[in-house]
């Protein structure tokens, strides 16, 4: 445990950001896991909306910080590789 007044307010700050990089995570996931059912459906035209969306959610978190920029990019096309396989 913290003993030192600037570690203690180190804890509560990094305990903040914690917080908002979760979310910024689950909400991305959540478009991806979207995007993903509609595969699994054959929706090929309602997978590209979602993909859409996803897309910019996907580069929103790496602007943050939270996803690096290789690894976005590697989900979004392994994502349109999956719509492409849509038959």
């Not at 180190?10 to 995570?25: A, C, F, G, H, L």
């Not at 590209?48 to 910019?56: C, D, N, T």
């Not at 943050?64 to 096309?77: E, M």
């Amino acid at each position: 445990m913290a003993n030192t007044k600037s570690a203690k307010g180190k804890i509560r700050e990094i305990s903040k950001k914690t917080d908002v990089n979760k979310s910024v995570r689950n909400r991305y996931r959540t478009y991806i896991k979207r995007v993903e059912l509609n595969i699994v459906k054959g929706d090929k035209a309602m997978a590209q909306k979602a993909l859409k969306s996803a897309e910019s959610e996907i580069m929103s978190a790496v602007s943050k910080k939270i996803l690096h920029k290789n690894t976005a990019s590697r989900k979004i096309s392994r994502l349109v590789g999956q719509i492409k396989s849509i038959k």
